[in-house]
């Protein structure tokens, strides 16, 4: 039997709670966007981020519960966003409907995480109390084409 590791800590970790309001999913881009931008990464991979995690967070929204966080992990190789919500039924992508007004989010998310991305059980960081799922999403830090930016130091 071999033992389990636990997941390599990332450099730097954020959150924030998301008030339940039409604003949030602004605010939640803006998050992003400003994190991303200060860490030297391709303007690809920060718009990417930013996109997703609106889709995300609108789910959340949309088909979820509260309370609602936004999580942010960056290490040397990859940033990871991850959206928390207390809603028990797992995301899953709808049939294609090129006439339907929703159903595209995670079809979205999977395509330009080419792959990278997921919904488990997860312990709330801003609740420790509560047990909610996480939907998130990995993009790998490049700099453009094959060029991979060094981390600074993180809190």
């Known amino acids: 039997m071999s033992r389990l590791r636990s997941a390599r800590r990332s450099r730097m970790q954020y959150v924030w709670p998301l008030r339940p309001d039409a604003r949030t999913v602004g605010h939640a881009r803006s998050i992003v966007r400003e994190e991303l931008s200060g860490l030297d990464l391709h303007d690809d991979v920060v718009d990417d981020a930013v996109l997703m995690v609106s889709e995300l967070v609108t789910n959340a929204f949309m088909y979820g519960e509260g309370p609602y966080e936004l999580l942010l992990h960056v290490d040397a190789k990859e940033v990871m966003c991850v959206v928390v919500d207390a809603g028990p039924p797992l995301p899953a992508p709808s049939v294609p409907d090129s ?9 979205i998310v999977a395509r330009l995480s080419d792959g990278f991305y997921g919904c488990h059980p997860q312990r709330y960081l801003t609740h420790p109390d509560l047990v909610g799922k996480a939907t998130w999403f990995a993009l790998p830090r490049r700099g453009g084409p094959g060029n991979v930016v060094p981390i600074r130091a993180g809190t």
């Open 99 to 107: 006439s339907a007004e929703h159903g595209r989010g995670l079809r």
